[in-house]
């Protein structure tokens, strides 16, 4: 996932971007995501540096590592009504 590759985006721009992290939970009604993840905001950055992280494989995939996970990147607005960048699974 490039983050440049957002339409709309110029040199000029930055962003406070933040991440989080999914996983797939299958359900007889259907799957669903379950977040297991929420990132710092790295404030005004087109080419953010999270801070680094170590997660359990218990809450991300369950121990699963076939099991789909999803990061999805959003620009942070104060106001709550954060802007989505973009995703991948």
Sequence with gaps: FDIKQKQSLTMKSTF????EIFRKKDRPTGATW???YQSNVVPQSVLPI????QLDIRAVCN????????????????SGDHVYMGEFE
């Design 34 to 36: 379950i977040k297991v």
């Design 63 to 78: 121990s699963d590592l076939n099991r789909a996970i999803k990061i999805i990147i959003w620009d942070h607005r104060w």
């Design 50 to 53: 999270w801070n680094q992280v």
């Design 16 to 19: 406070s971007l933040f991440f």
